[in-house]
């Protein structure tokens, strides 16, 4: 991939599924639908809410949080009060769950957000919580079903709270063939250079402490 897919500003690498309906990258689509049949078979419906998700959609998610337009939250999932913190700390409380624009791994096309359709009861709004995947929850057969199945489809979840600074998402896929040389060519300098000139809040707190922040939040996660 270049810079510009890379960092979610090109859309040339990807492909648009009809059913079920999700941006991706082109070489992620059949092992996705190969995994998505498996499920399937186990009475899974595996349904992705989200593939692929642009700079500019990254930007307007970071933007809303740094402002408080969105909810801010700490480790926990408590609120926090925005008009407490510095920009460093509303940084940092950003990037607990959300990425950096140009840094989030949905830009590359190979990264799900995916629930077990066939498990929501009617009428339930689907919130993306670590409950919802713990036991009890609706997705909780989920859950269990991706630990056994997923890899060797040659997906994994890269955020599962033990290495990574990004809290524990059960609900995130990777394909792990196309995102691992993705993660190499995201260069600290390929980052920079699209945060450069965007409009984004708390630029100056984020530039200040790229290279640290790079480190934690885009270079480390929890291997396969």
């Known amino acids: ?54 700079f500019d959609r990254q930007l307007a998610i970071w933007n809303g949080k740094f402002s408080g337009e969105r909810p801010l939250l700490d480790a926990s999932g408590a609120r926090l009060d925005i008009g407490t913190m510095s920009p460093q700390e509303r940084v940092d409380a950003i990037l607990l769950w959300s990425a950096l624009p140009g840094a989030s791994r949905h830009h590359w096309g190979t990264d799900l957000d995916v629930v077990d359709r066939s498990a929501s009861p009617p009428g339930y709004q689907i919130k ?78 984020v530039l200040n402490r790229l290279e640290a922040l790079y480190a934690r939040f885009v270079a480390r996660i929890d291997l396969p």
């Open 1 to 54: 991939m270049n810079d510009e897919e890379l960092t979610g500003r090109a859309t040339t690498h990807l492909f648009s599924l009809a059913a079920p309906q999700c941006l991706l990258h082109a070489q992620t689509v059949t092992p996705f639908l190969n995994l998505r049949r498996a499920a399937a078979a186990d009475g899974i419906d595996l349904e992705p809410l989200s593939g692929f998700r642009g």
């Open 128 to 205: 993306l919580e670590r409950d919802e995947f713990a036991t009890g929850g609706p997705f909780a057969a989920l859950d269990r079903w991706l630990e056994l199945h997923a890899p060797r489809f040659g997906f994994f979840r890269p955020y599962r709270g033990e290495r990574s600074g990004v809290q524990a998402e059960p609900w995130h896929l990777s394909f792990a063939p196309i995102a691992d040389n993705s993660r190499r060519l995201l260069t600290l300098a390929v980052l920079r250079n699209a945060i450069l000139n965007a409009p984004l809040q708390g630029k100056q707190a």
